[in-house]
């Protein structure tokens, strides 16, 4: 017999069966209820799919799955945004390791166990199942009318939400797990990296030369060649003689320093931290007692034991250390799924948490979130007022602590669209903080195999186009892939690719008042049209164009084509960002990229000294990243605060002849008027 008890608070319900100990809490307030809003049935059985994997015994979860539903989330999956015929497992993995990274490979790095059931008729409604397990969704395949999730363990607590929109859904969620951090405002401007730079001067140079080229930089990446024989929390003499004074030369040239660190020691007695740990008791042993222990990039490593907030409490304080001592301003964490070599992780193998032990089949999806957690205590220890943590795995919550890539990517045609549905799919999981490797981590000869990837210049500038609105933006490569900075290439692709990161910079005003929206709210950033348009049957399917925010659609072309087909919404009018013609329905791209402006919008970009306002439509308000609120109502533009605004850009219909800021005239020519004055108030007349 099964004890299964509700709670409800609001519109979100918790459901406990057999009383379950979950490796992750997510504080709850609910009163007792026997109200479900769902038919569900839960059953205890064995692993109920025909292709064997597995010989769990666990718990069954299954509900019915209608016609008219469409399945959205579960984080990091490499299908369709649409869920519905598709089998998906949690379970973090290193895809490059295992397989050709790519469509339909499944797992990946990243496990978010919470999806989205969308249905015109019914309204919407959102599952999170809090087991940091191996958990199984199958939506319609076992049977084409049901929802089966399998939880290989004797007890599950999940969570229900219910809401008439895909946002309330999503700010229930993250009203639950947490929040997202507020990302530093640097972080949304373009960043660096290559496995490897070095040495130091050359890190200085890479940078210097993008400068020069008038390319701007926000941060440059260190892989692990940086380190001494790749043990963490170590530098190579060599190559980094003056690591403290790398990083104050970057800092003159406006550049932040990120360094990687992963989440495994050395095995050796004469390596200061290994004896820490050791003599602490922070590592993840096998089911004997012994440490566990196989390769990483060190040789022999054991693995840090962040399910123990002793274990987090010494990692907290060695970042702290790292970061004060040489000036690093961000953590890049990597093979943090966690991934070993040559000797997997048994599921029997031993996390001594706070809770008790518990095992690595229990515990596993949750790794990343405590080292994040772990990572953001120390920066904030070390006085970094936001912290900046890129992680490659992550689990529900992950948010209030990391952003996020989409790993090792390959550099193929296809792969332009599958980063599009990776970004989406994480974006409404409640990780908005997103972005992929520009230019595709693997290029040329794949290291599981012989086959030759992509080094074309035309691709690389469509990995930048895609990524353009990517709240993450990053170039990476690996070492057998092409020098890709762009400074490296002819001319015509510099270019090319230097308008694409001016254009961001532009937008970063605007970005960055969704990355407050996101940190107050849990908005997603990157949207895909059902975000905003539920009830518009022809969304539902469409993953490669997407909503940047509530006032632009953006639609990248993944081909070598000029132009591509673009779908806008039709219950409102649009109008290209790149001249004054409005448009709505199916219509064909115009402009190099693809951007549209909603109707109702009021867009802050950069100025050459203060801001640029583009101004679509009636009534629409944005508050920007220091609060200040801009609002376009009953024919005036209003501010809560004084702000300098440059020139001003109506688009559409509107006939404005003349505007009127403090007490001074100013005739609008060809929908544009210059400024250049602080203003509280604008009044616009025809």
Not at 238 to 247: G, I, V
Not at 616 to 636: C, F, H, P, T, V
Request: with cysteine; aromatic share 16%; charged share 25%.
């Amino acid at each position: 017999m099964m004890d299964i008890k509700i709670e409800k608070s609001r519109n979100t319900y918790r459901i406990r069966v057999n009383n379950p100990n979950p490796v992750v809490d997510f504080p709850f307030n609910g009163s007792e209820t026997n109200e479900l809003p769902e038919n569900i049935k839960i059953e205890e059985g064995k692993y109920p799919f025909p292709d064997n994997k597995f010989s769990y015994y666990g718990l069954i979860i299954s509900r019915g799955l209608n016609i008219d539903d469409h399945i959205y989330g579960l984080g990091e999956k490499a299908y369709e945004l649409d869920r519905k015929r598709t089998r998906l497992q949690m379970w973090n993995t290193d895809v490059g390791a295992v397989t050709k990274y790519g469509w339909y490979v499944d797992p990946m790095y990243k496990s978010i166990p919470f999806f989205i059931i969308l249905n015109k008729k019914e309204g919407v409604t959102g599952y999170f199942i809090n087991s940091a397990s191996r958990v199984i969704f199958d939506f319609g395949i076992l049977n084409y009318d049901k929802i089966t999730i399998f939880v290989p363990e004797r007890s599950v607590e999940f969570y229900l939400f219910k809401g008439n929109s895909v946002e309330e859904v999503i700010e229930a969620y993250t009203n639950l797990t947490g929040k997202p951090f507020l990302l530093p405002e640097w972080a949304l401007g373009y960043q660096i990296s290559r496995f490897s730079y070095f040495p130091q001067d050359y890190v200085i140079e890479i940078v210097k030369r993008h400068l020069e080229k008038g390319i701007k930089v926000s941060a440059i990446y260190l892989d692990i060649d940086y380190m001494d024989r790749y043990k963490i929390f170590t530098w190579n003499k060599e190559r980094f003689p003056d690591p403290l004074q790398l990083s104050e030369e970057l800092h003159k040239l406006g550049v932040k320093l990120i360094t990687i660190i992963n989440p495994c020691i050395k095995v050796d007695y004469k390596y200061e931290p290994f004896k820490e740990a050791v003599n602490l008791g922070i590592l993840m042993e096998d089911e004997d007692g012994s440490i566990f222990v196989a390769k990483m990039w060190a040789g022999n490593c054991a693995w840090i034991d962040f399910s123990n907030s002793k274990a987090r409490e010494w990692w907290a304080n060695k970042i702290m250390e790292w970061v004060r001592k040489y000036g690093v301003d961000g953590i890049w964490l990597d093979m943090n799924e966690p991934t070993s070599f040559g000797r997997d992780m048994p599921d029997n193998a031993v996390f001594h948490s706070d809770k008790g032990d518990v095992s690595h089949l229990s515990f596993r999806n949750a790794f990343p979130y405590y080292q994040a957690m772990a990572t953001f205590e120390g920066l904030k220890k070390a006085g970094i007022d936001k912290p900046f943590i890129l992680s490659r795995a992550a689990y529900a919550g992950s948010q209030k602590y990391c952003a996020v890539w989409t790993g090792d990517n390959i550099a193929e045609w296809e792969d332009l669209r599958l980063q599009i549905s990776l970004a989406l799919s994480l974006s409404i999981s409640g990780i908005p903080y997103v972005g992929c490797d520009i230019g595709a981590f693997i290029g040329r000869t794949h290291p599981r195999g012989s086959i030759d990837y992509s080094s074309s210049f035309d691709l690389l500038t469509k990995y930048y186009e895609i990524a353009l609105f990517f709240p993450f933006f990053r170039s990476h490569k690996s070492k057998d892939g092409i020098d890709q900075e762009p400074f490296t290439l002819p001319d015509y692709y510099m270019n090319k690719i230097k308008q694409i990161i001016d254009l961001r910079y532009r937008f970063i005003l605007y970005l960055s008042a969704l990355a407050l929206e996101a940190h107050e709210k849990g908005h997603p950033i990157l949207r895909p049209l059902f975000y905003h348009y539920q009830d518009d049957e022809n969304v539902y399917r469409i993953d490669d164009e997407f909503m940047v925010g509530e006032f632009i659609l953006y639609a990248p072309i993944l081909s070598k084509d000029s132009k591509r087909l673009v779908y806008l919404p039709p219950r409102d009018k649009w109008v290209s960002f790149w001249n004054n013609v409005e448009y709505s329905g199916w219509v064909e791209s115009d402009g190099w990229l693809p951007i549209y402006i909603r109707y109702n919008s009021i867009l802050p970009l950069q100025g050459n000294d203060g801001i640029d306002l583009i101004v679509y439509g009636e009534k629409a308000e944005i508050k920007m990243y220091d609060s200040n609120i801009i609002s376009l109502k009953d024919d005036r533009i209003t501010f809560s605060n004084a702000l300098k605004v440059d020139t001003i850009e109506f688009k559409g219909l509107r006939n404005i002849k003349n505007i009127y800021v403090n007490d001074k005239e100013y005739k609008v020519e060809n929908n544009k008027v210059s400024i250049k004055e602080n203003v509280r108030e604008i009044i616009l007349k025809y």
